[in-house]
T-cell receptor
Framework: KQEVTQIPAALSVPEGENLVLNCSFTDSAIYNLQWFRQDPGKGLTSLLLIQSSQREQTSGRLNASLDKSSGRSTLYIAASQPGDSATYLCAGCPAGTYKYIFGTGTRLKVLA | SAVISQKPSRDICQRGTSLTIQCQVDSQVTMMFWYRQQPGQSLTLIATANQGSEATYESGFVIDKFPISRPNLTFSTLTVSNMSPEDSSIYLC??????????FGPGTRLTVL
């Protein structure tokens, strides 16, 4: 059974720092991977999608990469801002399915 | 992308009652999903809502407890039946677009007393 772990579970950093969030899958056979942001009590906002033929994606200050051989993904946030404070979730779609399995999340707090 | 709305946004219900949550998408989509997010937890897939046929439920979820309708390609409902406090969660619908990218609705926050 595929399980997804995110490290760290929580993170508090001063504004301006660059940071890395980690996501790992017990089964490395991941077809697509998405990173989401969730604000308290809200739905999920899609940040980045790494498709099966890709290894990384960038959007603004965000960069996500996927190493399929190891089943690991990282989300890099450059020059963090207080507005980045949220929970970040990674989700993988195993090969042969269309269903995403979600990680445990990283709660990020960026201090002004 | 897709714009997804859910109704209600939140509700407080008495145990033993049922609540129907609506999900509306601004375009026709093949794949719609319902998730549950229990307090402090990540998302768990309840079922895939299939247009014109019964929903496909994940292990641990049954139709009697979570009946789902999908009358067309833009709309679905999830009913939480015979509720107990353990059903207090955020319920989210999502849609899968081409290349299987998923987009989520704003969620329905349910509290059962």
């Amino acid at each position: 059974k595929q399980e997804v772990t995110q490290i760290p579970a929580a993170l508090s950093v001063p504004e301006g720092e660059n940071l890395v969030l980690n996501c790992s899958f017990t089964d490395s056979a991941i077809y697509n991977l998405q990173w989401f942001r969730q604000d308290p009590g809200k739905g999920l906002t899609s940040l980045l999608l790494i498709q099966s033929s890709q290894r990384e994606q960038t959007s603004g200050r965000l960069n996500a990469s996927l190493d399929k051989s190891s089943g690991r993904s990282t989300l890099y946030i450059a020059a963090s801002q207080p507005g980045d404070s949220a929970t970040y979730l990674c989700a993988g779609c195993p090969a042969g399915t269309y269903k995403y399995i979600f990680g445990t999340g990283t709660r990020l707090k960026v201090l002004a | 992308s897709a714009v997804i709305s859910q109704k209600p946004s939140r509700d407080i219900c008495q145990r033993g009652t049922s609540l129907t949550i609506q999900c509306q998408v601004d375009s026709q989509v093949t794949m719609m999903f319902w998730y549950r997010q229990q307090p402090g937890q990540s998302l768990t897939l309840i079922a895939t809502a299939n247009q014109g046929s019964e929903a496909t439920y994940e292990s641990g979820f049954v139709i009697d407890k979570f009946p789902i309708s999908r009358p067309n390609l833009t709309f679905s409902t999830l009913t939480v039946s015979n509720m107990s406090p353990e059903d207090s969660s955020i319920y989210l619908c999502s849609v899968g677009l081409s290349v299987h990218e998923q987009f989520f609705g704003p969620g329905t926050r349910l509290t059962v007393l």
